[in-house]
């Protein structure tokens, strides 16, 4: 991962999926989407692979932290 995908993941920090339960799901990928293509990610399959990592990663600790 770089310092790109970073700024993308953060940049959807507010655009999580939660379910009824309260518990956080996903990055909303339209949001994901938007925000790639502001910033003009060339690469954006290689992207979301990143940001899909990252999230995984961010899922672990916030529901069950």
Not at 3 to 10: D, G, K, N, P, R
């Amino acid at each position: 991962m770089n310092l790109e995908a970073m700024q993308v993941f953060s940049a959807c920090s507010d655009d999580w999926k939660i379910t009824p339960q309260g518990k956080y799901k996903s990055i909303d990928k339209l949001a994901l989407g938007a925000v790639m293509e502001m910033m003009e990610i060339a690469d954006r399959k290689e992207m979301l692979t990143d940001i899909i990592a990252m999230q995984n990663a961010a899922l672990e600790v916030i529901n069950n932290g």
